[in-house]
């Protein structure tokens, strides 16, 4: 089999978890399956059966670890050598750890088998783009299937703390998946879901499970590392990363805004160049800018270019970087750069929902607001119960806006404020458009209610910003405006900016 000098791509977590197990294997059987950032699986080997870690890895100044040990393919180990490495050193699990058990086949048909374990691989492939996540290999995990499983004993096998199990069941003309996740330590369940649907192209089906499961999954397995983190009397880097996800993907309003980036403040101060932190600072600076929660737009949108490009340097595959960079791009003129970078971040994650919907926002910016409801629309498809669809769909009810159909903005407007109460910019487009609707009562009563979580919006504030030189969409925005001042959107004081 060929042999390698080095994978690089491995995350620093992986690294770690498998240097840990290395050596406890018995010579016969030395090495462990891990994924790879591309989702490939490498055995990672000691060069000897009596090599010290020390020997397998090498410390790049501002990059990370690399391996400088032998790296070959290898076949399946068994569960009995894997039952060896867990009795021998007992060692805490890595945070985001997990193993996708091969999903069951209900139908009592062993020739949908292919279609319960294409899920599964895929799934698995998909989870370990994660970031910072450690994922057990799919060849590792399929030594369980078909064995009755008791999840404690796995977890400490395998040493991750969280299980993902399923089943799939196809009859004549539906197909059902039903999914939990396990905490590996106790045995509870953290979330479980099923998905019903009438049989149509199966590939497509596996493909929008995959990508629907994957960005649920994601959120949970944050979540429950946030909490965590907050029993931790001295956190360090990574408890305070979580701790900032855990505010971030709350709704989005000043005060959380304030807390995630205090929270990434405090990991950077820790590490200077951990790369999700700076992400994280980056993300909170250009979402307090692009929802007017801030006068200093400017300062948020360059500091935060300033941080993403540092993080990019570090990590060059960075899905969510390119993302936030393309934001930054967009809302300050120079949005076709913006959806590039956007298309980019897809590219790298297929998953990445916020992608599509933030080329839908874009959209507007270069004059182009009627494809904006099918980049949304996408992103729905892939995570229909996103955190952000509050956001997304409002995208949609300021493209109408700008379009001047006003009936359908505020149809869009209002699944957006079902969505999320506390969305202060939707309350304001809403704002807009029924006060363009000649609505002027129920526009006031919708912009007070806007004003209220966000006292210090203006007219001016939003005035201020160049977006675009792009005159479809000044056009649009004029509408907005105009709506807003109907509304009693007050002007705020001028600092020379006229019409």
Not at 281 to 300: E, G, K, M
Request: contains cysteine.
């Amino acid at each position: 089999m060929a042999d390698h000098d080095a994978f690089n791509a491995l995350d620093v977590a992986d690294v770690e978890s498998a240097i840990r197990r290395l050596g406890q294997l018995p010579p016969a059987q030395s090495g462990l399956h891990v994924l790879n950032s591309d989702g490939g699986e490498v055995i990672v080997e000691p060069v000897s059966p009596i090599a010290v870690p020390q020997r397998l890895i090498k410390t790049l100044q501002r990059k990370g670890f690399r391996f400088v040990g032998t790296v070959r393919e290898a076949e399946i180990p068994t569960l009995d050598a894997v039952r060896f490495a867990e009795n021998a050193v007992a060692t805490p699990a890595p945070r985001l750890s997990l193993v996708v058990l091969p999903f069951a086949n209900l139908s009592g048909d062993p020739g949908q088998d292919y279609f319960a374990d294409g899920v599964t691989e895929s799934l698995t492939t998909d989870l370990s783009r994660i970031s910072s996540s450690f994922v057990v290999g799919r060849h590792t995990a399929f030594a369980y299937k078909g064995k009755a499983a008791d999840l404690k004993q796995i977890g400490r096998e395998l040493n991750v703390r969280y299980i993902l199990e399923g089943s799939v069941q196809r009859g004549s003309d539906r197909l059902r998946v039903n999914v939990q996740l396990v905490s590996a330590e106790d045995g509870n369940h953290f979330w479980a879901d099923r998905f019903d649907k009438p049989i149509s192209d199966l590939f497509e089906m596996q493909d929008e499970i995959v990508s629907r499961l994957a960005n649920t999954l994601n959120a949970e397995l944050l979540a429950a590392e946030a909490r965590r983190a907050e029993r931790s009397l001295n956190p360090d880097v990574m408890d305070l990363y979580f701790q900032g996800i855990a505010r971030w993907n709350k709704r989005w309003t000043p005060d959380h805004m304030v807390q995630a980036r205090s929270y990434f403040e405090r990991a950077l101060a820790l590490d200077p160049d951990f790369v999700d932190a700076l992400v994280g600072i980056a993300a909170v600076d250009a979402a307090s800018a692009t929802l007017f929660l801030v006068d200093d737009f400017q300062a948020r949108l360059t500091a935060a270019e300033t941080a993403l490009t540092k993080a990019l340097s570090l990590a060059p595959q960075h899905a969510l970087a390119y993302m936030f960079l393309g934001i930054v791009l967009f809302m300050s003129n120079r949005a076709e750069q913006g959806i590039a970078e956007c298309e980019h971040a897809s590219a790298l994650n297929r998953n990445l929902a916020e992608a599509h919907a933030t080329i839908g926002a874009a959209k507007i910016f270069v004059g182009q607001a009627a494809e904006t409801e099918a980049c949304v629309r996408e992103a729905l498809r892939l995570s229909p119960r996103d955190e952000a669809v509050h956001r997304w769909m409002s995208y949609v009810g300021g493209a109408k806006l700008h379009l001047g159909f006003d009936n359908e903005a505020v149809s869009w407007l209002r699944q957006s404020l079902k969505a999320n109460p506390n969305y202060p910019f939707a309350h304001l487009q809403l704002a807009a458009a029924l006060a363009q609707l000649g609505k002027l009562e129920e526009s006031r009563t919708t912009a007070k209610a806007g004003l209220s979580l966000d006292p210090g919006f203006t007219i001016r504030r939003l005035k201020a910003i160049t977006f675009s030189d792009n005159l479809v969409f000044q056009a649009g925005g004029r509408r907005l405006i105009e709506g807003l001042r109907m509304a009693g959107v007050p002007e705020g004081a001028s600092r020379g900016n006229s019409d």
